[in-house]
């Protein structure tokens, strides 16, 4: 194992992180900010409970996960697209080093970015609103878990994309609507039958149920399905990843 | 002398079906400086690439300093460095932390000494903490130089590296190429700057078409296929060869003002003091000599006209 270079690499991304720290931290908790204000302090204190939740401590877990999974995708889909784009990509495909070793370094970054912002809204959010964390551990683990699976779907976004265009058309046209969509501000079981229905197909509600579920002990989904469903996108990603290195797809010619 | 590097059988067809790599054989010895040499598109960088792990091959073997770049992948890229012809670099980070960088992707640990050594060679420990977007092309150049040797690679391959650089960064190089020679390093460069290969070059090989055609110590080429040129500057233009002349191998040039003879540049009997006597005894009066070696650039130039 390269553990020199998955260190390298991962410092690398980590560096490039903070050296725009206002762009990669501060934005984000800013504006998750402004939702815990409008939504959960100004309009958040005329809506009812939900399942015996405040609406302001409701849609915390939700607004955590919007930002994490945006922030998964595109830091990962970032880190491997831009030696791709830059041409430095010819420094790592001529290293010893591993598909595992690789995916360690930029996933394994742009991961535990997203477990950094995630914690920092979490604590911005108790400015705004009271909110109590039934279990704690699951809690971290599954924001882990989550950070993870959607950092390898954004490594093979990474690759993927031709262009920045598309690099960006899967997080703002795709990703941003299913969790918006996926029970941010409410909860599924309060749509009428054929919505909620269809809310099953979009992966995102058994994340956003999930994380919750840690929360406040219940969930629209059970938590070993949410936990599966994470399990499922980690396993698939990282299956495609194995693949993109052993056939070499946009990577080698 | 086991060779630290062998090419054995190694061809590249993409999937378009287009053949960049003819099955290529090469053996490269430890510490000698290899050029390869062939216009644009000839298929230098697909061998360089496909040896480095970038292209993959549709056929053959190589062999680096005992590791087979396929099955002991690891091995054999420890062992090689890579400065490519473009001058890619990530513009946000300092030439230190990419420097250091390297070294540690290369799976060896961090070694400031090392580092610095390098960067003083290069002459870019100054520029240490500045930010690779506000280098240079040339100082670029030398930090890709300083990139890959920085795991201490025994086999360097240098890809068109005097490609957009001055005169000054040019000799640098040279001499750089030199040290790390001395020190026993491998260097396997390409190039269509005739006179990098003609100055460094232990052995030269010459590819076109995607095909090796000619491998060749520099000096054996030379002497096999150069030639040397006397020019005669008559004194009188004059209309025709006279047949007191006729024997030779001789041209009448610039509208009859001179005389060229062309002869082998190794042979003993170049001809020359014949030339002369026997223009003496025809009463052919001339006012200057002037003689002209072929280079290498004439000989890569006839051999990549003539290749199939």
Known sequence: MNLYAIGAIYRFEMARWFRTIMGSLLSPVLSTSLYFIVFGSAIGSRMTDIDGVSYGAFIVPGLIMLTVLTSSVTNASFGIHMPRWSGTIYELLSAPVSPLEAVLGYVGAAASKSVLIGLVILATARLFVDYEIAHPILMVSFLILTSIAFSLFGFVLGIWADGWEKLNVVPALILTPLTFLGGTFYSITMLPSFWQNLSLFNPIVYVISGFRWCFYGSADVSIGLSFGIVFGLSLASMLGIGWIFKTGWKLKS | ?308
Request: with cysteine.
């Open chain 2, 1 to 308: 002398m086991t060779p630290i590097l062998s090419i054995i059988g190694t061809a590249k067809t993409y999937a378009s079906g287009v053949q960049a790599l003819k099955p290529v054989y090469l053996d490269i010895m430890p510490g000698e400086i290899f050029a390869l040499l062939g216009p644009n598109g000839a298929g230098k960088t697909t061998l360089i690439s496909i040896i480095c792990g970038i292209v993959t091959p549709t056929a053959g073997r190589i062999i680096a300093d005992g590791h087979d770049v396929v099955e002991d992948w690891r091995g054999a890229r420890k062992t090689i460095g890579l400065v490519p012809q473009e001058l890619h670099t990530d513009a946000f980070e300092t030439v230190l932390s990419s420097v250091s960088f390297s070294r540690e992707l290369f799976g060896l640990p961090p070694n400031r000494n090392h580092i610095e050594k390098i960067m003083r060679d290069l002459s870019l420990w100054d520029k240490k903490d500045a930010m690779i977007k506000t280098l240079s092309g040339g100082m670029k150049r030398r930090l890709m130089i300083a990139k890959a040797l920085s795991h201490e690679p025994r086999i360097l391959f240098l890809d068109e590296p005097s490609a957009g650089v001055d005169v000054e960064l040019r000799r640098d190089m040279w001499s750089l190429v030199r040290t790390l020679k001395a020190a026993g390093v491998t260097i396997i460069l390409t190039t269509h700057y005739i006179e990098e290969a003609e100055e460094m070059a232990d052995r030269v090989g010459v590819i076109a078409k995607g095909e090796l055609i000619l491998v060749e110590r520099k000096d054996d080429l030379m002497a096999k296929l150069g030639k040397r040129r006397l020019t005669v500057a008559l004194s009188q233009p004059m209309d025709a060869i006279p047949p007191l002349l006729a024997d030779l191998d001789l041209t009448l040039e610039d509208s009859g003002h001179s005389l060229a003879l062309t002869f082998d540049a190794k042979s003993d009997n170049s001809g020359i003091a014949s030339l002369i006597r026997r223009l003496n005894e025809a009463g052919i009066e001339f006012r200057d000599l002037r003689t002209e070696e072929s280079s290498l650039e004439d000989i890569f130039v006839s051999l990549v006209s003539e290749a199939p």
